[in-house]
Each structure stands twice: as structure tokens, then as C-alpha cells.
């Protein structure tokens, strides 16, 4: 656990937007204003930011987070739009509604905050201060609900430091948000597909498209099944085998590490990565599906991971590489 944080509140102006953006610049964890709720913002390009965002809400699972963006160009710099993404942005954007598309070529946003996921989800809000920042900042901002994990969505800068108050940097205090629930989650990664509802209504969305929104499920609320052939995958899930909990490395096997003392028979391994030779599971966070990634490619015959101590971010941790080991 990090110790405990002041939380400083201000009052949404020109100078709070600039301690926002410096904030953010330095790694820390801004709450700010949406028109839907108020987010959590964390610099999207840095893992160990990301990682913190999770530590702050208390989140047991890493879920894919959303990208915050001022324009259409910034939009485009992280995902690929296909003509029904291009509609909808066109009609609801700024506004509540979020696109779940492919990965941009050279999308930048940190492999955490998508959860190893081939796909992001981006959102232009339709909020003065929200815009403000994410402009000054010029870099994708992650931001979920700024809420503790299981609790409400916050309306107002009073349930944000009710809930995070001595576990986050800042909190932009702009009043009020007026849509009070989260974006329309749609997914144009082939058929269109309704995630989650929200702020803008489904017939406005299908009467856009000419067509009825496929249901799918979203992370957030898939259970162990796997998805259908050419949905959208939901969790991360390398083609390499994993076996966790390795106290020793198998001819063969590559080897994730954690902490200083690498496991016996480290030194046969194809390829070893240590998600924190300190032990540090924010660290062991930011570098997860990367690390994953990479030893995927090695050709091993299994990834051994060594185990993951349960406290803190550790949870989230072993719930994905769980997920991650289940056979297919
Ligand atoms: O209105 C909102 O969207 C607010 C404000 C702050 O912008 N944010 C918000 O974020 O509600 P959050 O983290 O509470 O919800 C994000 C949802 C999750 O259900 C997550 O599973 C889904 O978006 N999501 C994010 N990336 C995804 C992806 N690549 N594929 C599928 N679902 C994704
Ligand atoms: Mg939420």
C-alpha cells in the first residue's frame, strides 16, 4: 500500500486546469468533471499511472479503462474507425457516448489500461473542464467513474472525496454533472454492438446506423464463458499455455518473475521477465500484459509464473493471470 495522499480540491478555473495538467504530467491521479460522472484521469501512456488508478478505487479486476480525448484527431491517433465509428462520432461526439474500436497502428495508450486487449475505448466528453484539460494536456487521459470499486458513480466533487479523499492527488471541483450516468458503450469492431447503456439512448444510436446494435457482452460483465466466434474478446489470452503459481522453471518454459529471487531453474528458461525485481505490485501491474506479450513470442512451451503475493493490486493481478490460464 502507498501511504496516504492530501487530497486538494479546487474550484474548476484557469489555473486548476493548469494544476490538473501538471498532475497528470507527473504520474498522479486527477478527478475531474464529465458531463456523465466524474472520472479518475491518469495519464493513458503511462503503465505505472494506470496501475495507480486501479490501487486507488480498490478494483479486484483489471477491467479495460477508457481514453479521454479533446478532438476527432486525437481520437484517431489511438483507434481505427470503420464508417459506422465515423457516424457516431460525427452525430454524438463530444458527448456521452463511448467507442470500443481496433487499436490504431501506433495507439499509445498503455497495455494495462486496455488489459492486454486488442481493441480501446475512446470518448470525447461534452464538458468544458473535462475539454480544458485533456486540450492543455495533449495526451490521452484513462479515467473511470471516481468512485471506490462497488460504490456509486459521483456526481459531485463531495462523493469523490468521500470516496478517495486521501487516496488521489486533486479533485477539479466543477459542480454538478448534468447527464448523471455513465456513456453508451458501443463497440465497432465489426457488427456494432451495444456494452453498456447510457447517456445516449439506443434508438438514437440504431436510427444513426440504419440498424439495429448487436448485444454483446462487455469485460466488465462477462463471466467465465468465453465469448462467441467474432465477438469481442473480452479478456486477455495468450496462445501460450500458463502455469502459475511455479516455484521452479520446466525445460522449455519461459519465466515471469516477480520480486528478487528468481525461481529456481531460472537460468534454462527461454526468456525471463521480472514483473518487479523489487516486489513492487504497481510496478508488477504497469508491466503485466506487456511482459505476457512478450513471452508469448518466445515459442515456449509454457510461461511458468511465479506467485503473486494477494494484498493490494495483487488481487487484480491474479484474477487476470487466472483468466489468462484458463484452457481454451
Ligand atoms: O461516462 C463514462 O464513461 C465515465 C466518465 C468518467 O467518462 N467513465 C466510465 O468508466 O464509466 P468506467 O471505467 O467506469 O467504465 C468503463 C467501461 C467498463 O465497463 C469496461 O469494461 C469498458 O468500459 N471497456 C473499456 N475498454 C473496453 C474494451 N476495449 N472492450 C470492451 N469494453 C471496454
Ligand atoms: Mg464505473
Redesign the pocket.
Known amino acids: 500500500m502507498t501511504a496516504p495522499l492530501v487530497t486538494r480540491v479546487v474550484k474548476a478555473d484557469a489555473a486548476a486546469v493548469a494544476d490538473a495538467t501538471r498532475v497528470l504530467a507527473g504520474g498522479g491521479l486527477v478527478a475531474f468533471p464529465t458531463e456523465t460522472v466524474y472520472g479518475l484521469g491518469a495519464d493513458a501512456t503511462d503503465g505505472r499511472a494506470v496501475a495507480r488508478v486501479y490501487e486507488a478505487k480498490g478494483r479486484p479486476a483489471f477491467n479495460p479503462l477508457i481514453a479521454h480525448v479533446a478532438d476527432l484527431n486525437a481520437a484517431q491517433a489511438l483507434g481505427r474507425f470503420d464508417a459506422a465509428a465515423a457516424r457516431l462520432a460525427a452525430t454524438f461526439w463530444p458527448g456521452p457516448l463511448t467507442l470500443v474500436l481496433a487499436k490504431a497502428e501506433r495507439c499509445p495508450v498503455a497495455e494495462l489500461a486496455t488489459a492486454g486487449l486488442d481493441t480501446v475505448a475512446v470518448r470525447l466528453p461534452d464538458h468544458k473542464v473535462a475539454h480544458d484539460i485533456l486540450a492543455a494536456f495533449g495526451k490521452p487521459v484513462v479515467a ?2 471516481a ?1 471506490r470499486s462497488g460504490h456509486l ?1 459521483p456526481t459531485a466533487a463531495a462523493h469523490v472525496l468521500a470516496d478517495l479523499g486521501g487516496r488521489i492527488d486533486l479533485i477539479v471541483d466543477g459542480g454538478a454533472t448534468p447527464v448523471g450516468v ?1 456513456s453508451t458503450i458501443v463497440a465497432c469492431v465489426g457488427e456494432p454492438a451495444l456494452l453498456r447503456p447510457g447517456g445516449v439512448p439506443r434508438a438514437a444510436i440504431e436510427r444513426v446506423l440504419g440498424r439495429k446494435l448487436a448485444e454483446a457482452r462487455s469485460a466488465a460483465t462477462e463471466g467465465q464463458a468465453q465469448p462467441a466466434p467474432g465477438m469481442l474478446a473480452s479478456h486477455y489470452a495468450p496462445r501460450t499455455r500458463l502455469r502459475l503459481n511455479a516455484r521452479r522453471v520446466e525445460a522449455g518454459e519461459a519465466l515471469l518473475a516477480f520480486g528478487p529471487i528468481p525461481a529456481e531453474g531460472a537460468a534454462r528458461a527461454k526468456s525471463v521477465r521480472n514483473l518487479s525485481s523489487r516486489g513492487d505490485l504497481i510496478e508488477a501491474a504497469a508491466n503485466l500484459f506487456s511482459q505476457l506479450r512478450a513471452l508469448d513470442g518466445v515459442g515456449a512451451i509454457a510461461i511458468a509464473v511465479m506467485p503473486i503475493p494477494a494484498e493490494g493490486l495483487g488481487e487484480a493481478i491474479n484474477d487476470r493471470l487466472l483468466r489468462a490460464a484458463a484452457p481454451r
Do not use: F
Open positions: 473511470p467513474s468512485n458513480s455513465e
